[in-house]
């Protein structure tokens, strides 16, 4: 069984900053890689950032980098994105993955809803 469930998602100002979270579990746990994605009606799934269970690894989209910030805690099974200096643009659902050593990412999150306002 697998499991992701994020959290953290909600409202906030432009310029403002939010934290989400994804609780791992099952085969989750054991994967090699985990990321973030996200993704807004009528666009594609866009790659936010990705992370070993190690903490190494660490890649950003282009979009995101500088302003979030990802890591994992091995202890609590969690993976955190850091997301300061919010823009407009940054509105979407986000997505927690799980994927393999080659990047392939199979298994997904519920998604938490980011909205960022004027």
């Known amino acids: 069984q697998v499991q992701l469930v994020e959290s953290g998602g909600g409202l906030v100002q432009a310029g403002g900053s939010l934290r989400l979270s994804c609780a791992a579990s099952g085969r989750a746990r054991s994967a090699y890689l985990m990321g973030w994605f996200r993704q807004t009606p009528g666009k594609e799934r866009e790659f936010v950032a990705r992370?070993?269970?190690?903490?190494?690894?660490?890649k950003y989209g282009g979009s995101v980098k500088d302003r979030f910030t990802i890591s994992s805690d091995n202890a609590k099974n969690t993976v955190y994105l850091q997301m300061n200096s919010l823009l407009l643009e940054d509105t979407a659902v986000y997505y927690c993955?799980?994927?393999?050593?080659?990047?392939?990412?199979?298994?997904w999150g519920q998604g938490t809803q980011v909205t960022v306002s004027s």
């Open positions: 992370i070993t269970w190690s903490g190494g690894n660490i």
């Open positions: 993955a799980a994927g393999d050593i080659y990047g392939s990412f199979d298994y």
